[in-house]
């Protein structure tokens, strides 16, 4: 079913039409710093959804307010398949809440927690999604700058979807402010310079790394470590597990501190390692 009544044309962002009241509140899915997250079905429709429902007040305390703007302008206008939905926003005197795609999988981190590290197919498989997703997004001059685990989902299909866009800035100019967690923070970012699209690629290579030998790259115990790691880009690739050829080629075609020389988008989807394992689907759950 698609989502009706939450897309008709009209209803949807028109924040004042919606309410708590339209929703049946079911169990608690998540917690995140600002609010919690509901299984919730809209009434009138039995749309399955996620609510976020956010307390204005912990927004004032972290003055987290711009960040949420930019998640809710941003995410509220992307339509992906890997790209998880904001349907619709309101909010009343204490809260603010998000409507948005239900992810019924597990969170990827948690994933790799318990698999330790993936499979070349279905690494290539999120790989491929994740490359789709961001093409996707810098076509719509999004950057996302925060990709890792702990913010991509996965749907009951086992989808990839790319979530949280509270750090993404919607931007053609090139960029200074510091953000993003620092394993996966490229070399333009970790040295404060000017950075643009070509982050996200960088970060393609560390996840597409930490997928297959379960640890990002350049991880360390200091941060300073990981920092010079970066710079230098120390790339190491351990004997065990085994990994092939082409998926090491892929990842040093990305992990390239010159951020005009990274892979390109297009050039992932069309490497011998996403082409020879990728399931074109995006679906992982039958994958060992
Ligand atoms: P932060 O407050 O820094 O954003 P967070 O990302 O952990 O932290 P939330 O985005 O509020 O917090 O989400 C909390 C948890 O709820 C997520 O880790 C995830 O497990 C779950 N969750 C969030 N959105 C969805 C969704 N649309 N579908 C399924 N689960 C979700
Ligand atoms: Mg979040």
């Not at 698999?115 to 690494?123: D, Q, T, Y």
């Not at 996840?207 to 990981?226: H, I, R």
């Not at 230098?232 to 690739?237: R, S």
Request: hydrophobic share 40%; with cysteine.
């Amino acid at each position: 079913m698609a989502a009706p009544s939450l897309s008709q044309e009209g209803r949807e962002n028109q924040r004042e039409e919606w309410s708590l009241e339209d929703f049946e509140i079911g169990k608690l899915i998540g917690a995140g710093k600002f609010g919690k997250v509901y299984l919730a079905r809209e009434k009138e429709s039995g749309f399955i959804v996620a609510l976020k429902i956010i307390f204005k007040e912990k927004l004032d305390k972290y003055q987290y307010h711009n960040h949420l703007r930019r998640e809710i302008e941003i995410q509220g206008s992307l339509e992906h398949p890997n790209v998880l939905r904001l349907y619709a926003w309101f909010h009343d005197e204490t809260r603010i809440c998000l409507v948005l795609e239900y992810a019924a999988g597990r969170e990827l981190y948690k994933l790799l927690q318990d698999l330790k590290c993936f499979s070349e197919k279905r690494a290539s498989t999120y790989i491929a999604s994740l490359t789709k997703a961001l093409a996707y997004l810098h076509e719509k001059q999004v950057i996302h700058r925060d990709i890792k685990p702990e913010n991509l989902l996965l749907d009951s299909e086992g989808r990839l979807k790319i979530a949280d866009f509270g750090w993404a800035v919607q931007s053609s100019a090139k960029r200074h402010t510091m953000c993003g967690t620092i394993d996966y923070l490229a070399p333009e970012m970790v040295e404060k310079k000017a950075h643009d699209y070509a982050v996200d690629n960088w970060t393609l290579g560390v996840l597409c790394y930490e997928f297959l030998y379960g640890v990002p790259p350049f991880e360390e115990e200091d941060q300073g470590n990981t920092f010079r790691r970066i710079m230098k880009v120390d790339l190491k690739f351990p004997a065990t597990p085994y990994i092939s050829t082409e998926a090491k080629d892929l990842i040093s075609k990305l992990l390239v501190k010159d951020s005009s020389q990274r892979l390109s988008l297009q050039k992932i989807l069309e490497h011998p390692w996403i082409l020879k394992h990728a399931d074109p689907s995006g679906s992982c759950n039958a994958m060992v």
